[in-house]
Nanobody, 115 residues
Framework: QVQLVESGGGLVQPGGSLRLSCTASRTIFSTTAMGWYRQAPGKERVLVAHSININSNTYADSVKGRFTISRDNAKNTVYLQMNTLKPEDTAVYYC?????????WGQGTQVTVSS
């Protein structure tokens, strides 16, 4: 069993920045696939950023150039740096990780972008 704990969410004005963190209870290896997803009210959960391994990241078109996923394997932590935030980025953000072909999820952290 793996626990993922997200933090860093909150209320921010449009154009602002936030950094989300996700700490795992198990070692994040350089080959461990990690991702960030979000779910807005009344909508499905969608992929925001995915780190297949330490050298390969992909992003949803809506966040390209604004969001960056990164990892610190020594701290078993994955980050999502979010810049130039827009109201449409408002959602609950979830961290996910895959160990031995099983996907684990965090409890989510709320991000609200509003003036």
């Amino acid at each position: 069993q793996v626990q993922l704990v997200e933090s860093g969410g909150g209320l921010v004005q449009p154009g602002g920045s936030l950094r989300l963190s996700c700490t795992a209870s198990r070692t994040i290896f350089s080959t461990t696939a990690m991702g960030w997803y979000r779910q807005a009210p009344g909508k499905e959960r969608v992929l925001v950023a995915h780190s297949i391994n330490i050298n390969s990241n992909t992003y949803a078109d809506s966040v390209k150039g604004r969001f960056t996923i990164s990892r610190d394997n020594a701290k078993n932590t994955v980050y999502l740096q979010m810049n130039t935030l827009k109201p449409e980025d408002t959602a609950v953000y979830y961290c996910s990780g895959n160990w031995y072909d099983r996907t684990y999820w965090g409890q989510g952290t709320q991000v609200t972008v509003s003036s």
